[in-house]
């Protein structure tokens, strides 16, 4: 060890010691001047860097820059700590009640039906699906003549429907945009088209307004186990959970074969006799489906000796029930925000 | 369609299946006809049964009672009642002291004045039996009911009925043979049977009256058959068939019309029964209605006919609606004795075309729409006179008169291999063919791999090869069908424009404190007065439903204002005190010259401040500044530049309603609502607006400035300004004069601090401070440069008349 560093040594000890003893922002002025100041501790090693034999100046030199830094490093973190210290009583005086309400406008809700809408959409146009659209007010064309339903067939009676004074109507289902959109696009196909239906009834477990999501698939040598699994892709992704499924042999006049498909209750799983959402029957009827009729693919210009496919709607107030525990259809429409509200917390829960 | 289990019995032997009416209804249920409910009739009956009088004497006390002694095979037991209609040695049904009435009631003993009457006998009504005999009597059993029997094990009393719903397309499980046959397709290992009186009854004499001919000139009627019954005695029908007819939800006439009930719901062929002597002429035409032409139906109602319904008439009078309904003056009396059935085939689309524009949805009109199997019009008729025969003791042996056109005949269809595999991915041809068998669809033809069938008349549904591989599917059920995806994603798969635009609108109006709310597209009918239209303004004028539910929901909507409206009144009177927020988008319908009407896409919403605005931080109540900026936030952020320029509704406060503009193009209106409908909705205060979003359908993508590198100059300018003039009209000069400098200079900014009027501020004028920002993109400005510009800006103001402070 080299007398030199005996004495950086010692200055950086002396330092120390007196940082120790400092508690004010003056003491530490001082120190700051007795150490780094003109006539300080460091400027004098450094003076007498010229006295040391030239192999030892360059590194001693270095040895006294870095305790400087050191120094100056320490002086300021402990200037904050006893500035913060002294902040902090001030802030104390200042507390305020952060449980107060807070101030303008917080989050409004959605609607459950429209948040079930965008998120099948979403889910569907990650399977392939493009959004497809066509009137709420619509000929009796395309909502029934040419989904193989001519005027005195009677499943028009599944049906009720309004109608306007020239032989327009409020579309009864989704399916004309099947016919729409094979027009337009062609075939191959994947759309979903969601909307606003109507019929002629009103009770509680029907409203004359309701939403509805058509889909439909054209292709080659579609199978009814790519339905199949393609409902099972969509119900898993809305739900989040893998939920039993079952399907049922139906009818619908525009697929051939036609079935629809009951979900497991999504709140009592069949285990409640008196469950208000199915009734005790531990199932709940969401999508009615089949493979498209050959006169359907026809009626949209398509050679259904080329092409096949699928189509399904999908009740949306239905799963927007089933997933936010819904009971009564009719309070969707109404406009209500105490209701929607109610399922964030807007009301305050006593 | 109610289906009995008893009577299915006689159609199918079921019994060695060992089948629950719970799982034949599951099986039904999953291969196409929903069973919505099963009823045991006899509900919660036990320990009634059957008991003779022995012995019936008046009560000694009071003459409106009868005491009767009754065996019951197991003991005698005395019964009080007020009945009138039996006698000594009648049988009827008693329910004894602890028994059960279907109902649940239980019955005890009862003092009628000092005489102790032990339980009761029951009237039809009591056993659930509505409309089988008079409500106010016994009823009373025929002679082969023994003492102590069991009354569910007897005339079908106990039975199960199914309610199936039944899809449009099946016209042919309308019937209990129907659902016989559908019942062997889905259980190959039962069998068919055939009731007694459907066996073939010889029937080759000569019609003892006299009758012409039957005529078709219409071809819509397939076939048309008589048949003849004389001597028949019209009474009640046995009380078995009563019971039954009652379960299946007919109420029993006599036995001539209930024979013919009795048979459309056995085998599924509606039939008509009339007293040949109230036939206008002994002969039949089944003809095209003229247009224009009316008749008076059995209903009582004149209805108005077109050339697309058929008659049938006797001597030119119209008789009956044909398929729909019959006229009032041929039906059965109590004094007919020769009754005349008809049995007849009709088309679907001429039928279903009548009932559905009159409004008639009879039983025949039902089944004939739906296809009544063309074949039964023969069985069905020979059916119906043996039972005449049986029940009014009827001489039915005369042959039937027919007459024909072109009855439709099953086509053959057939079902390839790949078809099945491809749909089903299930491709077992052999055992295809015997599921199609047990359907009564048999295979005439087979090539291997691709086979042809022929579906019975009974099932003109079967006309293409999905209608084949759907009797497969039904059959095999889905649930154990594989799952897959599609082998191959479609490209460009794109949600579109306008969802994407519909999802931007409420993902912006939520976090700014919105619900969303969806309401009724229809609206009342007086929605443009209460709204004050114009009855000149397009939205005056909506589109109305033709046959509305009411009145209230009648109008299609041309505004969603009214819907935000009853949403704000709603959630008032619901008990909500704090702000409303609510916005919906959705399309308005309007009144098109060209394409009878459009349906533009709209959102609009509404804030109110609560009912009560008290809050620990001071009143935040909001104006129409607050609702601009959730209308600006919408529309800057599709890249759009939007402006407020002030406006005009006659629903909207005169002096606080601005125009929404767009780039340039008018598409909605903000602003508080008209203060007389504030109050007419009893609140104070509501701030509404209304965009037409199509065209904001694009988004525009923004363009992006780097911030200069260079320091602005910020300077402040305060003006006297006349109350008429605008901020944006200040602004605009502002601008101009900066402009009109001739510099090189930005103004990067021009920002409205203060706001000031009174004191020291001459009526009629506000003072408008602004905030100036000027920037180079070149160069630092120097403060000679700024003050040089800055002082130029103040003097062209000035001359442009401004009073600059």
């Known amino acids: ?350 | 369609m109610l289906i009995s289990w008893e009577l299915l019995k006689n159609f199918i032997d079921i019994e060695p299946l060992n089948l629950t009416p719970e799982e034949l209804a599951e099986r039904l249920t999953f291969s196409g006809s929903e069973v919505e409910s099963i009823t045991y009739t006899a509900g919660k009956m036990k320990g009634v049964v059957a008991a003779k009088i022995n012995a019936l004497e008046a009560h000694p006390k009071d003459a409106k009672y009868s005491i009767a002694h009754l065996d019951t095979g197991t003991g005698i037991h005395v019964c009080i009642t007020s009945a009138k209609n039996m006698k000594k040695g009648d049988t009827v049904f008693y329910a004894g002291e602890g028994s059960i009435l279907p109902d649940g009631t239980q019955l005890g003993t009862r003092d009628f004045h000092g005489v102790m009457s032990y339980g009761m006998m029951l009237s039809a009504e009591e056993l659930g039996l509505h409309d089988v005999d008079d409500p106010s009597g016994l009823l009373i059993l025929p002679n082969d009911a023994r003492p102590g029997d069991k009354a569910e094990s007897l005339y079908h009393v106990g039975d199960v009925i199914l309610d199936v719903s039944i899809t449009p397309n099946r016209g042919d499980l309308l019937s209990l043979l129907g659902m016989a046959r559908e019942i062997k397709g889905l259980y190959p290992k039962s069998t068919l049977k055939t009731p007694e009186w459907l066996r073939p009854l010889k029937q080759d004499k000569e019609w003892s009256e006299e009758f012409g001919k039957i005529s078709l000139p219409d071809k819509g009627c397939y076939a048309y058959r008589l048949g003849l019954a004389t001597g028949a005695k019209i009474s009640d029908s046995p009380l078995t068939a009563k019971i039954d007819l009652a379960h299946l939800g007919m109420r029993p006439i006599n036995n001539a019309v209930d024979v013919t009930n009795y048979v459309m719901l056995m085998l599924g062929q509606p039939l008509h029964a009339f007293d040949l002597n109230t036939l206008p002429a002994r002969e039949i035409t089944v003809r095209a209605a003229h247009e224009g032409e009316h008749m008076m139906t059995l209903d009582g109602k004149d209805r108005a006919l077109t050339e697309r319904d058929m008659l049938i008439t006797s001597g030119g009078e119209a008789i009956a609606l044909a398929g729909v309904m019959g006229g009032e003056q041929t039906g059965i009396n109590d004094d007919t004795n020769t009754i005349v059935i008809e049995s007849a085939s009709f088309s679907p689309v001429r039928v279903g075309h009548t009932s559905r524009r009159l409004g008639i949805n009879s039983e025949a009109a039902f089944r004939f729409s739906r296809t009544v199997d063309p074949a039964l019009s023969k069985s069905a008729l020979m059916a119906a006179t043996t039972l005449i025969r049986d029940w009014c003791g009827a001489v039915v042996d005369y042959k039937p008169l027919s007459s024909e056109n072109d009855i439709h005949e099953p086509k053959p269809v057939t079902l390839t291999r790949k078809k099945l595999s491809v749909y089903l991915s299930w491709d077992n041809m052999n055992e295809a063919a015997k599921i199609l068998d047990g359907f009564g669809i048999s295979q005439v033809k087979d090539n291997g791999d691709s086979r042809v069938f022929m579906p019975p008349s009974s099932r003109p549904d079967i006309t293409i090869e999905e209608d084949l591989i759907e009797e497969i599917g039904r059959f095999r059920g889905y649930n154990e069908t594989e799952e897959r995806l599609p082998g191959e994603m479609p490209k460009r798969a794109d949600i579109g424009d306008s969802m994407r635009l519909a999802g931007f609108v409420r993902n912006t109006l939520i976090p700014r404190g919105y619900t969303e709310v969806l309401t009724y597209s229809f609206l009342p009918e007086d929605f443009p007065e209460k709204l004050r239209l114009n009855p000149d303004d397009i939205r005056a004028k909506p589109l109305t439903i033709s046959n509305p539910i009411s009145r209230d929901q009648m109008s299609m909507r041309t505004t969603l204002l009214p819907g935000l409206l009853s949403g704000l009144k709603v959630s008032i009177t619901s008990g909500w005190r704090e702000p409303v927020r609510i916005f919906e988008q959705g399309r308005v319908f309007l009144r098109d010259a060209e394409q009878s009407h459009t349906e533009p896409e709209h959102v609009a919403g509404l804030i109110f401040n609560g009912l009560d605005t008290r809050s620990p931080s001071g009143n935040r109540n909001e104006d129409f500044y607050s609702i601009k900026a959730d209308v600006e936030s919408l529309i800057t952020a599709r890249g759009y530049r939007v402006d407020f320029v002030s406006g005009h509704e006659n629903f909207m406060h005169a002096g606080q309603t601005a125009d929404i503009f767009a780039d340039g193009v008018k598409i909605g209106y903000a602003g508080r609502l008209k203060p007389a409908i504030e109050q007419e909705l009893d609140v104070s205060g509501v701030y509404v607006f209304e965009i037409d979003v199509t065209g904001l359908t694009e988004s525009r993508k923004p363009a992006f400035t780097p911030a200069s590198s260079f320091p602005a100059s910020f300077r402040d300018i305060s003006l006297l300004v006349a109350d008429t003039k605008s901020n944006d009209d200040v602004m605009k000069d502002i601008r101009q004069c900066v402009k009109d400098s001739g510099s090189d200079i930005t103004l990067e900014s021009l920002r409205l601090f203060d706001i000031y009027a009174g004191k020291g501020i001459p009526d009629g004028f506000r003072s408008l401070a602004y905030s100036l920002s000027y920037r180079s993109h070149a160069k630092t400005l120097t403060v000679d440069e700024v003050e040089s510009l800055h002082n130029g800006v103040r003097e062209s103001l000035k001359a442009k008349g401004y009073v600059v402070r």
């Open chain 1, 1 to 350: 060890m080299t007398e030199e560093n005996i004495t950086v040594n010692a200055v950086r000890d002396s330092f120390r010691e007196s940082l120790a003893g400092a508690s004010t922002l003056q003491e530490l002025d001082e120190i700051r001047v007795k150490f780094t100041g003109k006539k300080g501790s460091l400027t004098q090693l450094l003076r007498s860097l010229g006295k040391l034999p030239p192999e030892l100046r360059k590194s001693t030199g270095q040895e006294v820059n870095t305790l400087r830094d050191e120094i100056e490093h320490e002086l300021d973190h402990a200037g904050r700590k006893i500035r913060d210290a002294e902040n902090e009583k001030q802030e104390i005086s200042q507390r305020i009640d952060v449980t107060l309400p807070a101030h303008g406008r917080t989050s409004g809700a959605f609607h459950p039906v429209l948040q079930t809408m965008h998120e099948i959409a979403d889910i569907m146009q990650g399977l392939g699906y493009s959004v497809a659209s066509g009137p709420e007010i619509e000929e009796d064309y395309y909502n029934f003549e040419c989904l193989n339903v001519p005027p005195w067939h009677p499943a028009r009676d599944m049906q009720d429907t309004f109608y306007f004074a020239d032989g327009t109507l409020l579309r009864t289902h989704t399916s004309p945009v099947q016919i729409r959109s094979m027009l337009k696009y062609g075939a191959p196909l994947r759309i979903v088209c969601p909307g606003k239906v109507y019929r002629r009834d009103n009770d509680t477990t029907h409203s004359p307004m309701f939403n509805q999501m058509e889909g439909l698939l054209v292709d080659k040598n579609v199978s009814f186990s790519v339905m199949k699994g393609t409902m099972s892709e969509m119900l898993n992704a809305f739900f989040g959970k893998s939920l039993r499924y079952r399907f049922r042999a139906s009818y619908f006049p525009f697929t051939e074969p036609s079935m629809e498909l009951d979900i497991e209750c999504v709140e009592c799983s069949g285990h409640d006799e008196h469950c208000r959402v199915c009734h005790g029957t531990g199932w709940l009827e969401v999508v009615g489906m089949g493979m498209v009729h050959p006169n359907v693919i026809r009626a949209g210009k398509i050679d259904p000796d080329e092409y096949n496919g699928f189509a399904f709607g999908i009740g949306l107030d239905r799963m927007a029930m089933l997933k936010y525990g819904i009971g009564d259809l009719r309070l969707l429409f109404d406009g209500n925000v105490s209701y929607f509200m109610s399922g964030f917390g807007g009301a305050e829960k006593c």
